[in-house]
């Protein structure tokens, strides 16, 4: 079973090292769109047009499954995607609000890029997911998705500066931080520091558990 997974850059890798380390019997072409990095603050069109042409890519190569390793890419594209490729398994990455809500945290921050903060569905998970006494606060983040992309491990103080300036007026007594942005899984620790007593929440985990049960299903089917 071949797998296409793609992101703008290295964000989705962290979802592809999941899905390898939970899935030994799954191959996966990984595509990293930096070119076009960032996605976040793209409009609809540019990034259906980006995100698309990989996704042909996908389906031309008969691969046996598409995951979305991007929340931005995922809140905006994968309903229009879903009608254009109807014979292909999608799976998207979004932000995990239902995980968070779903813990003992009250207070939670979401931390994505414009575009998935600004999108229908995020708002639709909040409304879905929220429980009563409990805060959902969320946080646009203009940059930081290309400051993690073009510096990590180069120049790191880069990185702390975007998010000491993006985080310079928000409460630090939150309970969980959803990073609903894959590039921010490569920056726990940093984020960690501004939030010692959060616990950091991707979903990396639920998406490799469910490319595994759809993988199950193919196989099944093809048997
Ligand atoms: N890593 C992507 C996400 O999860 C996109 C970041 C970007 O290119 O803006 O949203």
Redesign the pocket.
Known sequence: MIIGVF???R??KTVADTIIEMNPGIHVIYVS?AK???????DDETLYGLVSRIVRGFVNANLDMVVI???????RCIKRLREDFPDMPFIG?EPAVKLAAGSDAKKILVL?????IHSERLETLVKDNQKKGQTIDLLACPG???TI?FNLDEDNSKIEQKLGELLKDTDKDYDAIVL?????SLIKPMIQKFFPTAKLIDGNEGIARRVGAIAEEIRKREA
């Open positions: 992101d703008s850059g964000g989705g769109d076009h990095c960032p996605y976040g603050e793209k390793a991007c929340n931005t890419a995922t809140t990455t994505a890029t414009p575009g998935t930081l998705a290309d992309e609903g942005c894959t590039h921010y």
